[in-house]
């Protein structure tokens, strides 16, 4: 999550995240945006990647025209991604992922009664909209034979989810090496004692010496 990333800022800037500033570009928020711009593998999770889906798969639609136009053979990078979507919602949801003819928003689904009703952002769980967002953030930018950080990826999950990424992430980029700091049972519970390491909270450390 975007207020979780202190790491990354430098000690003044973590202490605007509590102070209202009007002034432009000097609150939390804006000398963030300038660190994820300087860094091309940080990804902070808000919401959902609106923008990001609608760009990967403009850019799909693209690649396959470009195959139509040199080989007379439409190419099916476009359906593959769209399949690609469902398949990560599709299996734990029932519901479906599609996109407007002029690929300008994104529609979600679910058949009920024999009939496809248009969903309200509202139908969506938080959970959902995460499990997108982490793998398009994964497939976009290609992170292949990368050591990858994430910090509380539990966060909105349901715990079987939780349990369930570990797995997800193994699939979706089984070349990477994953470093996950979680407080979830259900995750660790995924993965042999030999892949967990229990840290002591900095506080009681500080305490303690």
Known sequence: ?????YLFLPQNVRKRLFIENSLAGEDYYSELEKTKSALPGFFTYDFFPVALILESLRSARNQDTADLIKTRVYGNRFRTLLDDLNSVLIGMT??????GTDLSKIIFEIHKDNQIVELYPEDMSHGELKRLSLYMW???????????????IEIAL?????YQIVR????????NQYILATHSFDLCEALTPAHVKELEPKLLKRASE
Do not use: C, R
């Not at 349901?158 to 939780?162: A, I, L, N, S, T």
């Open 1 to 5: 999550p975007f207020t979780q990333v």
């Open 94 to 99: 029932g519901k479906s992922l599609n996109v």
């Open 138 to 152: 994964t497939k976009y930018h290609k992170i292949d034979d990368a050591i990858v950080l994430m910090d509380e």
């Open 158 to 162: 349901h715990p079987d989810w939780q």
């Open 168 to 175: 997800d992430l193994m699939q979706w980029t089984p070349n």
